[in-house]
């Protein structure tokens, strides 16, 4: 999936997370977390955005998310719905999101 | 606790009344600009906290007491920055006190500069730094000049030619605001003609990261004075700090300022703020007192005779096309 323009996902009210995917030059994922519950949880809601990235075979984007305390599945939710608009792709896979 | 939001796009009459007591109650001060507003209110339609979308700036964030610590600042911040997204906004901005800092960092904002009483943030980590890589680097003894040239004078045309012979590289930043009576595209176009003969020139758009006196709500600050003092130590220390020592630049060059305050006082805060960071201001007196509200003046009355004598050629030529 190819990032081609700014998509968000999200909000930044309790329980949720605010995702921002964007285009960036060359390969990777430059990801920055902010997160009410960083020292526990972090670590784990890194890897979810970043393993949900993977899945969806995006490779190189610039990722911003704020973080009030979401689930898993909702990170996951949020990842692909803000990774989805950015890559302007309506072509939905809607699996079920897959346990973390 | 429970809370209702509304969206409500411009604002008028009973709902700008509102808002106003609001903000006056919270010791802030409305002055205008609001395009898209969010209101919060209890079951009882009681107010208790409101946020604006002004451009890309958000502004007017008050959250009654009784909420505070409740999370109604971040449903109000996460209601402005969807709108702003949906209207094509991505760069988000904001100036707040010192002591919202935090909150607004945990909201996704970034510090860009303190000073003053006063905290500037954008939304985006690496957007300074992405302005930075973008602009065009010069060598040796570097300089300085942020302009609004509204429009291009033969005074700032005298300024950029005596500021340049004085260093290897002259970097000039055209304010971008479209705030002016020529808009930015136009102004810019007249400095490119006016200074094609200064060879160690490099021209800069100001982006987002010079606060103008038009851009700076001071709607947070009491004082009238302490607004502007902030502003400008805002736009100084940020310029200081991040700017000049991403250009390698180490002189900033003014023309003396005999007529506006603010332009003055301004002057005033550069020559105290930027020596701290090893970075020498030089006023280069005014050249035959030319000012570019003068030409706006002449313009105005129709006096071409005048705006003639106060430009160069390049700039008549345009701006009478017009």
Redesign the interface.
């Given at each position: 999936m190819n990032i081609i323009t700014t998509g968000v996902a999200g909000t930044m009210e309790s329980s949720d997370i605010i995702v921002t995917v964007e285009p960036k030059a060359g390969e990777g994922i430059d990801l920055t977390l902010e997160s009410d519950v960083m020292q526990q949880f972090g670590k784990q809601i890194e890897k979810v955005i970043r393993d949900t990235l993977a899945e969806l075979g995006v490779n190189s984007a610039c990722v911003s998310a704020v973080d009030k305390g979401a689930l898993d599945c909702t990170v996951a939710a949020r990842t692909m719905a803000a990774a989805y608009r950015a890559a302007e792709s309506t072509d939905y896979v809607f699996n079920e999101v897959k346990k973390k | 606790m429970n809370f209702m939001i509304s969206e409500v796009a411009g604002l008028s009459g009973p709902q700008l009344q509102k808002l106003t007591e609001f903000l006056k109650s919270s010791d802030l001060r409305y002055e205008g600009g609001a395009e898209y507003t969010v209101f919060l209110a209890n079951d009882e339609g009681e107010l208790l906290g409101t946020g604006s979308l002004c451009g890309s700036v958000l502004k007017y964030i008050a959250v009654d007491e009784s909420l505070q610590g409740e999370?109604a600042a971040?449903?109000i911040?996460?209601k402005l920055?969807?709108r702003a997204?949906l209207l094509g906004r991505?760069k988000l901005f904001l100036f707040t006190k010192p002591q919202n800092e935090y909150m607004f960092?945990?909201?996704?904002f970034f510090t860009l500069a303190e000073s003053g009483g006063a905290v500037y943030m954008e939304n985006?980590?690496?957007g300074l730094d992405d302005y930075l890589d973008s602009l065009e680097k010069g060598g040796g003894v570097q300089g300085a000049i942020v302009a609004n040239c509204n429009p291009f004078t033969l005074g700032h045309q005298y300024l950029m030619e005596t500021a340049a012979a004085r260093v290897d590289t002259l970097h000039v930043f055209v304010v971008s605001e479209d705030r002016s009576d020529f808009s930015f595209q136009t102004r810019f176009e007249l400095v490119e003609k006016g200074t094609a003969h200064i060879k160690n020139i490099i021209l800069h758009k100001s982006g987002d990261y010079m606060i103008s006196h038009s851009t700076f709500p001071t709607y947070f600050i009491k004082d009238k004075l302490k607004a502007e003092k902030a502003n400008s130590d805002l736009d100084l220390t940020l310029f200081a700090k991040r700017i000049a020592p991403a250009l390698g630049i180490t002189k900033r060059f003014v023309g003396t300022e005999p007529f506006c305050r603010v332009t003055n006082a301004y002057n005033e805060s550069m020559k105290r703020i930027l020596p701290e960071y090893g970075i020498e201001v030089i006023e280069i007196p005014r050249k035959d007192a030319i000012s570019a509200s003068e030409v706006r003046r002449a313009l105005g009355k129709g006096d071409y005779e005048t705006v003639k004598k106060l430009v160069p050629a390049t700039t008549y030529e345009v701006i009478t096309k017009q």
């Open positions: - | 999370g971040a449903a911040v996460s920055v969807s997204y991505k960092r945990s909201l996704g985006s980590r690496h």
